[in-house]
């Protein structure tokens, strides 16, 4: 739908263009036929050539007075409608391209990003397979603040404010890449599993459960239950 919008807007603004430049065009040159007429006054006829018969008595001899030529139209209102049409195809092009980054800022459930958007204002969603998307967008907050959790304080869920709204990310985390704490603990972040410091590895994923039975005998499991998905992990250095 999004995308027939803005189709639609570039179909009109290009049309509008057209017409604007056609009728800017033929008002100009309108303008400037009338100019020549303006500096070139029309003369009189020429009389009738010598052998004719004079003229009949009683009547004055000569030809017919000069019939003036057809006024040329100004141009004026063609040249104002195509500079109109102008302006309303640059406020539709404007209009289309504030639209289309409107658009590009938009959340959908399941996207992806990376850290940035901790910093940032303006966020662009990545690849869910790139390792350095760690947040996965889940949900927003409910009528009292909450993540899907339903915890305030302690939610295993992050939540960061986005275009007036509390947004609620789980970890999107990859089967066997390591990861540590980043951004004070309220994130993590990618590292090389031979890494120093806290660095734990991902051991299973399970999505659309939060059944930890599947996770091996010591493993530390995490569960999120929106979207449904449980994570298991080792230490590969500290804790998690």
Not at 46 to 59: I, L, S, T, V
Not at 118 to 138: F, H, I, M, T
Not at 152 to 165: A, I, K, N, Q, R
């Amino acid at each position: 739908m999004q995308g027939a919008v803005l189709a639609a807007g570039v179909l009109g603004a290009f049309v509008c263009t057209a017409m604007g430049v056609t009728l800017l065009i033929i008002g100009l040159r309108r303008r400037s036929a009338r100019r020549i007429q303006a500096q070139f006054p029309p003369g009189h006829l020429p009389g009738y050539p010598g052998g004719y018969p004079p003229a009949f008595p009683g009547y004055p001899g000569g030809g017919y007075p000069p019939l003036p030529p057809p006024p040329h139209k100004s141009g004026a209102g063609l040249i104002v409608a195509g500079v109109v049409l102008l302006a309303v195809s640059a406020l539709g092009v404007v209009g289309t391209v504030a639209l289309a980054a409107g658009r590009s800022t938009r959340l959908a459930v399941g996207d992806c990003f990376t850290n940035e958007i901790l910093d940032k204002q303006r966020w662009k969603s990545k690849s869910c397979g790139n390792p350095e998307a760690v947040l996965e967008y889940a949900a927003k907050v409910d009528s009292r603040g909450n993540c899907p959790d339903g915890k305030l304080d302690s939610s295993s869920y992050l939540s960061v404010e986005h275009d007036g709204l509390r947004r609620c990310f789980i970890p999107n985390l990859l089967v066997s890449h390591c990861y540590s704490s980043d951004h004070n603990g309220e994130t993590i972040r990618a590292v090389s599993c031979g890494a120093g410091g806290t660095v734990v590895r991902i051991t299973t994923r399970l999505d659309n459960t939060v059944d930890t039975s599947a996770c091996p005998s010591g493993a530390r499991t995490v569960t999120f239950p929106q979207p449904k998905r449980t994570y298991c992990s080792e230490r590969v250095s500290g804790i998690i």
